[in-house]
């Protein structure tokens, strides 16, 4: 089961969701995509429970508790079972991590990030306060498809899903953001593998900028950074799950992206996506004449963020949260 909550924007997951870098594409990186089926070894694997840990979050409705849950059934090798755990918010599919290591998760309109890293806390996600981007962590960042998340989900699509270009199209046709904010094609750096048309796995290498460094918390640093992207549903909903783990664990991080893949597959599978809509001529922003001000729309997408206008907005996002979990389950 898929579920998700769309939720107004806190004023630091505005940042984390729309502030990413957008480094330039490089027009002969669509080499570095490669073919291949997931390779994660089986030889001494068995019946293993992981334990189940319930992150924090924070965002429109304020901080929340840990859900709670059962230990997570899985085939694993008992010593690679006894060095994870499943991390859980609120809002985000589970990750396997690290045991041991902290959790906080953050949501919104726009989406919702779950961070797990050696230390960490919600309301250091929510602050930017959060000083670890540099160094091991696990994040899944989720863009909601349907929502002000198109924008960062045209974004990686534009990166890393060529055959699904029309969604993007879409967007960019709204006038909105300029489509110099969308630039197609791999990062030069990112060696990525194809898993079909709606999963791609990639690796950001060491102290470099690319797809694991740009939509989320996580920075170039020392090691480089495993990860997938992954289309869910109609609208679609984009995940990107960034994996940096200490050298003695790297052996983790495979499992690490098998784990998503497994359980947003389902929902992968059944991606059929329909590009957005232009604006219509009439309606788009202007500086001037009949249309309404760009600047004015930002106003409007900026206040929805503040604070002080979370009571303003609860009544609405209560009324539309059924609709949504609905619209997320698979």
């Known amino acids: 089961m898929r579920i998700r909550r769309s939720l107004a924007a806190a004023p630091a997951l505005v940042a984390l969701l729309a502030g990413c870098t957008k480094p330039a594409a490089n027009a002969t990186a669509a080499a570095n995509i490669a073919s291949a089926a997931p390779a994660v ?9 992981i334990p189940f840990v319930g992150c924090a979050s924070d965002g429109q409705q304020g901080p929340q508790p840990g859900p709670t849950g ?8 008992p010593a690679v ?53 540099q160094g091991p962590a696990v994040q899944l960042s989720v863009f909601y498809g349907g929502t002000s998340g198109r924008f960062q989900a045209a974004q990686v699509i534009s990166r890393v899903f060529p055959s699904h270009e029309a969604f993007a199209r879409g967007v960019i046709n709204e006038g909105i ?8 094609g791999p990062f030069a750096a990112d060696r990525m593998t194809a898993r079909g048309d709606a999963i791609a796995e990639f690796e950001t290498p060491a102290q470099r900028q690319g797809l694991g460094t740009t939509f989320g918390m996580l920075k170039p640093g020392a090691a480089p950074i495993d990860g997938v992207a992954i289309l869910v549903g109609a609208d679609p909903d984009v995940d990107v799950l960034s994996v940096r783990v200490p050298a003695a664990d790297h052996d983790l ?23 957005t809509e232009p604006t219509p001529a009439a309606a788009k922003p202007t500086s001037g004449g009949g249309g309404p001000d760009l600047g004015v729309v930002r106003q409007f997408y900026a206040a929805l963020a503040k604070p002080t206008a979370r009571r303003h907005r609860a009544w609405w996002f209560r009324r539309s949260a059924a609709r949504v979990r609905s619209r997320r389950r698979r």
């Not at 991080?253 to 590009?275: F, M, N, Q, Y």
């Open 41 to 49: 070894s089986s030889a001494t694997a068995g019946p293993v429970s």
């Open 253 to 275: 991080a495979s499992v690490i992206v098998a784990r998503l893949e497994g359980e947003a597959g389902p929902s992968a599978s059944k991606v059929a996506i329909e590009p």
């Open 177 to 184: 953001e300029p489509a110099s904010d969308f630039p197609s």
């Open 70 to 77: 059962a230990p997570v059934a899985m085939t694993l090798a």
């Open 81 to 133: 079972a006894a060095r994870l755990a499943y991390y859980k918010g609120a809002d985000t599919e589970g990750v396997l991590a690290p045991r041991g290591w902290k959790c906080g998760e953050t949501e919104g309109s726009s989406g919702a990030a779950l961070l797990v890293a050696p230390a960490v806390g919600p309301n250091e996600i929510l602050s930017g306060a959060w000083a670890g981007g």
